[in-house]
């Protein structure tokens, strides 16, 4: 009897298999080195110029030029006019100087002013000469009201009537040989402008007064008086009608002064001609 012997063979995997990757949180330095080294290396974003507009209009380029050249002016005028008046009001500093009592009496009055009738405008000088003291009303409208008015019997019975003062010094330009007027607050600043001597064409150049810095000029009462308008009530100063009747009958005495002197100088200094002779003319 034979023997069976039965081996068993036990096959063992000899594949082995590949060990798993073992994965390790990043250091801080190689964090950082990454963050740098992607900034340097990004690509930086094309930067867009504005588009430019060409302008193809001949009628608006010509526009565009005589605004440019419209604005360059006014601030070249500006700054001359900036160097000019800086000069001039350091200059007249130095060459203004207190006046004397003859000469600045004639500032002593009462005035009319054409942009408040009826409202007083007074001068006082004082006896030196050298100072003045306004007394003077106004009429105070509504809040921010921007209407010049007067002192009229309508206005102070609507709105209320205030009286007000100031003080301030009298002197002489001697460059221009004039008298000024100065309160000293930039404002009321003014010369004494006798009448027929400015060459402005501002208003009121044929009476006495104080044309101010605005250009508003102050007339010597005696001379104006009030007229109203029939049409819209309002009212203006005008040349007082006395004043322009003196004028007026100035002139026509001259007028016939000077009639009389051609008539006596060709009757009496001109020879006569003889009349002719005749049988018919008795001597």
């Known amino acids: 009897t034979t023997a069976t012997t039965t081996t068993t063979v036990v096959l063992q995997d000899t594949t082995t ?31 867009i110029a504005p588009p430019t507009v060409v302008n193809t209009s001949p009628v608006i380029a010509a526009q565009q030029d005589t605004a440019k050249t419209t604005a360059n002016a006014l601030q070249e005028q500006q700054k001359a006019l900036a160097s000019t008046s800086s000069s001039s009001s350091s200059s007249s500093s ?16 009462e005035y009319a002013d054409p942009l408040h009738p009826y409202c007083r405008r007074r001068i006082e000088v004082a006896s030196s000469g050298k100072t003045f003291r306004y007394i003077g009303t106004s009429v105070v409208g509504p809040k921010d009201d ?34 000024v007027v100065s309160a000293g607050d930039g404002i009321h600043e003014g010369v ?8 402005t064409k501002l208003g009121y150049e044929d009476l006495d007064g104080i044309r101010w810095q605005d250009g508003n000029k102050w007339v010597v009462q005696s001379q104006a008086s009030v007229q109203r308008n029939g049409k819209d009530g309002s009212y203006r100063v005008v040349k007082r009608r006395e004043e322009v009747a003196l004028q007026q009958g100035v002139f ?29 003319y008795e001597d």
């Not at 004397?100 to 002593?108: E, F, G, K, M, Q």
């Not at 019997?153 to 221009?176: C, M, R, T």
């Not at 004494?192 to 060459?199: C, F, L, M, Q, V």
Request: aromatic residues 6%.
């Open 146 to 179: 921007s209407v010049l008015r007067g002192c009229s019997p309508e206005e102070q019975q609507k709105f209320k009537l205030k009286s007000g003062e100031f003080k301030g010094q009298i002197l002489l330009n001697p460059n221009e040989n004039t008298l």
């Open 252 to 280: 026509g005495a001259y007028v016939a002064c000077s009639m009389v002197a051609a008539a006596v100088f060709y009757t009496v200094i001109v020879p006569q001609p003889k009349p002719p002779t005749s049988p018919f």
């Open 17 to 47: 298999s590949a060990p798993s990757p073992v994965v390790m949180a990043p250091s801080e330095e190689a964090i950082t080195l990454a963050a740098t080294t992607s900034e340097a290396e990004a690509p930086a974003a094309p930067s």
């Open 94 to 109: 130095y060459d203004m100087i207190l006046t004397s009592a003859p000469r600045a009496a004639v500032l002593s009055t």
């Open 192 to 199: 004494w402008e006798p009448k027929n001597t400015a060459r």
